[in-house]
């Protein structure tokens, strides 16, 4: 998710110095365009018509402008939320690729397999978790609800990155 990380760094590096592209990143353009490209990435990634690993990136990408355009508003002007939130993500996605995604070549066969059969359950689709965290966007006065649901998604990223295909494969 390289894109949603380096949006979650250009996000904190605004709200931080508090420059004039924060009026642009809060305006009704950044809250709409958000919320087309979610809703879009949502239905594709249900028709399987978007590859996995693109719908993570875009999803969260576009919905950190929806919540940040939609949110703001409602919370004082220097709120720490709008720096700490994007912060947290770009750390939790660099430490998931970093100690999950990285180490996928580590994994024994019995785990490999759970996993497999966890992510095919159905329990845990990738278009139910965005779904998720987009309703969450809505309740802006539970605001701990956003990046709880941004992080289980996180987390089912690292769980599509473990179980796609790595050239270092042994499962043994």
């Known amino acids: 998710m ?20 924060e009026a642009l990143l809060s ?11 979610t809703v879009l990435t949502i239905i594709a990634s ?26 703001k ?8 939320i709008f720096f700490f939130f994007p912060v947290y993500f770009a750390l939790l996605v660099a430490f998931t690729t970093l100690f999950f995604i990285g ?29 998720l965290v987009l309703i969450t966007l809505y309740f802006e ?4 609800q956003y990046p709880t649901c941004t992080t289980l998604l996180i987390m089912r990223y690292a769980l599509y990155g473990c179980l796609k295909p790595s050239p270092k494969a042994s499962y043994s």
């Open 2 to 21: 390289p894109l949603f990380v380096i949006f979650c760094l250009i996000f904190a590096f605004v709200v931080q110095t508090g420059s004039p592209v």
């Open 27 to 37: 305006s009704e353009l950044a809250l709409y365009g958000g919320l087309t490209v």
């Open 46 to 71: 249900f028709l399987h018509r978007i590859p996995e690993a693109y719908a993570y990136d875009l999803f969260a990408s576009s919905a950190l402008f929806v919540w940040f355009s939609y949110w």
């Open 73 to 80: 508003p409602f919370f004082v002007k220097d709120s720490p």
């Open 103 to 131: 180490q996928r070549h580590k994994i024994d066969r019995q785990s490999l397999q759970l996993m497999q059969r966890l992510a095919s359950s159905g329990v845990i689709d990738p278009w139910m978790i965005m779904t």
């Open 141 to 144: 006065n539970r605001f701990i």
